[in-house]
């Protein structure tokens, strides 16, 4: 799923190392995000004080204000924090989770690991999200397409969620299966008939794809 399908996606990344800031940025927007950003603290806050943002990923070592401050800041604001630190020492984790951060991730980080954290705050914290003309409630899970309500069953949402979150990621039939199914026994002709059905019920053919010998993908674009 393209992420600027979401109701809410504007990022926010007050960093004051431009190379990790681009990085960020880039790796975001590839996947839909629209991001600004902030190469200090102040400037940081006058962005947060604007209300148009969905996440905010803040460095703690920042020029004028720190990201402690900006998380106290962003608090008021209902701005969900995921700071991103080369303080990575337990103390220092606890510290920010503590303080009310959503998640904590150290310098060096993997840029899949981050667009993966940021989708499951994302989802976490907003719990609306939309998919072209289909329309998802996570709290209630019912899903919508063009306005009409769609009927999947609880294995079927699972499934579709675990797609969504692992989008453009190939991904292997086995883990799907240990995903979504847990430790229930399973062959792979169950999870067959389940991607069919959910390609059928949300006209997925062309997004929802089969990696012949690896198990499926769902493209984002």
Same mark, same amino acid.
């Given at each position: 799923?393209?992420?600027?399908?979401?109701?809410?996606?504007?990022?926010?990344? !007050?960093?004051?190392?431009?190379p990790? *800031?681009?990085?960020?940025?880039?790796a975001?927007?590839?996947? $839909?995000?629209?991001?600004?950003?902030a190469?200090?603290?102040?400037?940081?806050?006058?962005?947060?004080?604007?209300g148009?943002?969905?996440l905010?990923?803040l460095?703690?070592?920042?020029?004028?204000?720190?990201?402690?401050?900006?998380?106290?800041?962003?608090?008021?604001?209902?701005?969900? *924090?995921?700071?991103?630190?080369?303080? $990575?020492?337990?103390?220092?984790?606890t510290?920010?989770?503590?303080?009310?951060?959503?998640?904590?991730?150290?310098?060096?980080?993997? !840029?899949?690991?981050?667009?993966?954290? !940021?989708?499951? *705050?994302?989802r976490?914290?907003?719990k609306?999200?939309?998919?072209?003309?289909?329309?998802?409630?996570?709290?209630?899970?019912?899903?919508?397409?063009?306005?009409?309500?769609?009927?999947?069953?609880?294995?079927?949402?699972?499934?579709?969620?675990y797609?969504?979150?692992?989008?453009d990621?190939?991904?292997?039939?086995e883990?799907?299966?240990?995903? *979504?199914?847990?430790?229930?026994?399973?062959?792979?002709?169950?999870?067959t008939?389940?991607?069919?059905?959910?390609?059928?019920?949300?006209?997925?053919?062309?997004?929802?794809?089969?990696?012949? $010998?690896?198990?499926y993908?769902?493209?984002?674009?």
């Open positions: 799923m393209r992420l600027n399908d979401i109701i809410m996606n504007r990022i926010l990344v !007050v960093e004051d190392e431009f990790i *800031v681009d990085l960020i940025s880039i975001l927007k590839n996947v $839909g995000y629209e991001v600004d950003y190469l200090d603290g102040e400037k940081g806050a006058n962005l947060i004080e604007t148009k943002y969905d905010a990923l460095d703690i070592m920042l020029p004028k204000f720190n990201g402690y401050e900006l998380l106290d800041y962003a608090k008021t604001m209902e701005l969900p *924090v995921i700071f991103i630190t080369a303080k $990575g020492q337990l103390k220092d984790r510290k920010g989770l503590d303080m009310g951060a959503d998640d904590y991730i150290v310098k060096p980080f993997e !840029v899949e690991e981050l667009i993966s954290r !940021v989708n499951a *705050v994302i976490r914290c907003h609306k999200i939309e998919l072209g003309d289909i329309q998802i409630n996570l709290e209630s899970r019912i899903i919508k397409k063009q306005g009409n309500e769609i009927k999947l069953t609880p294995k079927e949402f699972n499934l579709f969620i797609l969504y979150e692992n989008q990621k190939a991904l292997k039939r883990d799907i299966l240990e995903k *979504v199914w847990s430790d229930e026994e399973l062959d792979s002709q169950t999870l008939l389940h991607i069919q059905r959910i390609r059928k019920k949300l006209d997925l053919n062309d997004r929802l794809r089969t990696i012949h $010998g690896v198990g993908i769902f493209r984002g674009k």
